[in-house]
């Protein structure tokens, strides 16, 4: 059996182990997500290789017998620095990396490879303002790709009309004509307006670019934010502490 292996990588999170040592949690389109340890971390050369959110070419010793896995070599063709020169986009990247990890197995390994590595690449030349229409059509994408909750922009009720609201209770977009007057008081209760709207439409249903081009206005924002944000940690079954820490920022 081969234990030395080569992988597409991209770091999503890095923690120390012991001194000198640490732990990478790695995600790859062929092994999913998996920890990885890299001895001498803190003082070898792989201190600044060995990041968040860099990606390349990732050379792995396996040991079947231990189960563990050591880093042998790295090389990252994508650093992303942009990222870490705003604190926005730092939360932003530190949201969707802890989201993919609290849903490990939610979706496909080779399209969340895609879709996580065009956001934070995405996130990484963008400006700040940018990043959050950026961040609001990453999570709704990724939403849909784990397909726990309905994302078809039409009434739940009468499968015809245009939204006003989502109900998490009832998992279910529905119309003014069918909303009744006392679910507007229930939890999970979002409110979405014309700007809202159009934008969870245009994110599923158009290119890349020209989802690009939507920007909802501050209340628009105010609602996605709270509809997608708590979608989101359903999604994960439980709270998510990039939010708790991000709040004021994201």
């Given at each position: 059996m081969n234990r030395n292996?080569?992988?597409?990588?991209?770091?999503?999170?890095?923690?120390?182990?012991?001194?000198?040592?640490?732990?990478?949690?790695?995600?790859?389109?062929e092994k999913g997500i998996f920890t990885v340890t890299v001895y001498g971390g803190k003082k070898g050369r792989f201190k600044s290789l060995v990041s968040p959110y860099h990606s390349g070419k990732m050379w792995l010793y396996s040991d079947a017998v231990k189960k563990t896995v050591k880093l042998t070599d790295f090389y990252p063709d994508r650093c992303r620095t942009g990222i870490r020169e705003s604190l926005y986009k730092t939360?932003?990247?530190a949201l969707c990396a802890e989201l993919i990890l609290k849903t490990q197995g939610a979706v496909d390994w080779h399209t969340v490879?895609?879709?996580?590595?065009?956001?934070?690449?995405?996130?990484?030349?963008?400006?700040?303002?940018?990043?959050?229409?950026?961040?609001?059509?990453f999570l709704w994408r990724y939403i849909n790709l784990t397909g726990?909750?309905?994302?078809?922009?039409?009434?739940?009720?009468?499968?015809?009309?245009?939204?006003?609201?989502?109900?998490?209770?009832?998992?279910?977009?529905?119309?003014?004509?069918?909303?009744?007057?006392?679910?507007?008081?229930?939890?999970?209760?979002?409110?979405?307006?014309?700007?809202?709207?159009?934008?969870?439409?245009?994110?599923?249903?158009?290119?890349p670019k020209e989802a690009r081009t939507l920007q909802?206005?501050?209340?628009?924002?105010?609602?996605?934010?709270?509809f997608l944000y708590y979608i989101a940690q359903s999604c994960a079954d439980t709270r998510l502490k990039t939010l708790e820490a991000g709040r004021g920022i994201l």
């Open positions: 292996s080569a992988v597409d990588a991209l770091v999503l999170s890095v923690k120390a182990s012991g001194e000198n040592n640490r732990f990478a949690i790695v995600l790859s389109p939360c932003a990247a490879w895609v879709l996580i590595n065009g956001f934070l690449d995405g996130l990484d030349i963008c400006t700040d303002e940018q990043a959050q229409t950026g961040l609001l059509r726990l909750y309905n994302t078809g922009i039409r009434c739940s009720r009468c499968a015809d009309k245009t939204p006003i609201c989502f109900s998490a209770a009832e998992n279910a977009f529905i119309c003014a004509d069918c909303l009744e007057s006392s679910q507007e008081h229930t939890a999970g209760f979002f409110p979405l307006g014309t700007q809202s709207i159009a934008f969870l439409s245009a994110v599923l249903a158009k290119s909802p206005d501050t209340e628009s924002l105010r609602e996605l934010r709270d």
